[in-house]
């Protein structure tokens, strides 16, 4: 949104001026919220910058606007709220970004080389107009000037508004990502190629960022074997959410718990169900991964990819200790049951999903979602009336479309359509709906 003033960011500069119009750019921004940070994206920017490529300190100049309407988070209804609630489109069509000044630029000419500069100037954004710096790069190829800049805007300076019961768990600040080429105009006096604002129609997939961690972290756990054995090592990764990558918060013992699930598929003296299958007797089993995976530790290593974080896998030695653990506490020579049912989870959708019984979709929250979602747990409580049946469904099952990449999919067969749409009419009330939406 306002991120999309910053493509403005792809300041201009005038001295001996060459002026560029906008080619190409992108817009995104984040801003956490109860359960993930919500971040979008936009292309719909059009601006000019002028300077002088060899010296750019010299008079530099840029306008930027952008259309607020123009930008998407992945989920339709959520942008509606985006454009009614926060940007208030109906009033404010655009956000125009005014560059006049490149301080502390780190060389005099623009070459093919990034130019490390901050660019000054304001930004008028909801009816209100602010004073600006934006750090950014931007280098030369060609006829054209690609810039790119990272910064945080204080939504609350521009008289944004929030909804009450969020006052204290949306955030303040906006991170704002720009990206923007310019390609060079003719001279004065040769007939000008109009300047056009980049295509909108093309919406930009969102990035996703995962909850922070909680502030009240669970109890240390308590091992069964020695920390100097592999079987130690690998239980103490099991339990260990820094096994993942970047921003990665869950850890095995987020997803899997480790009894025996044909006595039920809920822990003794649990009322919490995990959302996967137990790892009890894993070693066991027929499949892994539906045959993908050859060992237990080949499998942890799938599910470092898929759901922690971890493009590049776990490291050998990680993955060989997860192993031993796994194979150590899978005793029964029974295999344990097999689980063939994450394509059928991914493909069958819920008909009617706010038509449940809100009521036991409540007490069934408290069942399958309190284990990760919860006050001091690895995510946030949930809030009834601040997701949409959609969002909620896709998340749940992880099927195309959800913008989830770490909660791993609960299975059909270990919450049905009929207990899921429950939950879903419960969480999705829209008599508590968060943000009120104007009648059309």
């Known amino acids: 949104m306002i991120t999309s003033l910053l493509a403005a960011t792809t300041l201009s500069f005038a001295a001996a001026p060459t002026t560029y119009a906008l080619q190409g750019g992108e817009i995104r921004f984040e801003i956490e919220a109860p359960l993930d940070t919500i971040s979008g994206a936009s292309r719909g920017v059009s601006g000019t910058i002028t300077l002088d490529p060899a010296n750019v300190a010299t008079a530099p100049a840029a306008r930027i606007d952008v259309s607020l309407a123009s930008f998407t ?13 926060f940007l208030e489109t109906a009033k404010f069509t655009k956000a ?9 630029p780190s060389a005099a ?20 107009q602010r004073p600006v710096k934006i750090p950014l790069k931007m280098y030369l190829d060609g006829d054209k000037v690609t810039v790119a800049g990272d910064f945080v805007l204080p939504i609350l300076d521009y008289g944004m508004k929030r909804p009450t019961r969020l006052i204290f768990k949306l955030g303040t600040d906006v991170k704002v990502s720009v990206r923007g080429t310019f390609k060079a105009l003719p001279p004065s006096g040769d007939k000008a190629a109009p300047v056009v604002a980049a ?17 009240q972290p669970p109890p240390p756990p308590k091992f069964q074997f020695a920390e100097d054995t592999a079987e130690g090592r690998g239980e103490r990764n099991y339990n260990n959410t820094k096994i993942g990558g970047k921003k990665n918060v869950i850890s095995c013992k987020s997803c899997h718990s480790l009894h025996d699930e044909r006595k039920g598929l809920g ?7 995990k959302p996967n299958a137990s790892m009890w007797n894993a070693a066991k089993r027929s499949t892994l991964w539906q045959g993908i995976a050859t060992t237990p530790g080949h499998a942890a ?15 050998p030695k990680v993955k060989g200790d ?10 029964d020579p029974q295999p344990a049951l097999d689980y063939d049912v994450l394509h059928l989870t991914r493909s069958s959708p819920v008909p009617d999903a706010q038509k449940g019984n809100a009521d036991n979709g409540k007490k069934l929250v408290g069942v399958y979602c309190v284990e990760c979602h919860d006050k001091g747990r690895i995510r946030p409580p949930l809030e009834v009336g601040l997701y949409e049946a959609d969002f909620i469904v896709r998340r749940v099952r ?43």
């Open 73 to 85: 988070t992945g989920i339709a209804l959520r942008d509606e709220d985006l454009r009614d609630q």
């Open 96 to 104: 125009t970004l005014i560059v006049e000044a490149l301080e502390r």
């Open 109 to 128: 000419a623009l070459t093919t080389a990034p130019l490390e500069a901050i660019a000054s100037g304001t930004l008028n954004l909801h009816g209100n």
């Open 199 to 215: 295509p909108t129609t093309d919406p930009v997939p969102p990035q996703v960022v995962v909850a922070l961690e909680p502030k």
């Open 267 to 273: 822990a003794p003296n649990s009322k919490t169900i």
């Open 301 to 315: 290593d799938i599910c470092a990819r898929l759901f922690m974080l971890r493009e590049e896998g776990l490291d």
């Open 322 to 331: 997860l192993d031993a653990y796994l194979k150590a506490i899978s005793p």
């Open 398 to 440: 992880r099927q195309p479309g959800s913008d989830n990449l770490q909660m791993p999919p609960i299975t059909v067969d270990r919450l049905t359509d009929s207990d899921l749409r429950d939950i879903v009419t419960y969480l999705a009330d829209e008599k508590q709906r968060i943000f009120k939406r104007a009648k059309r």
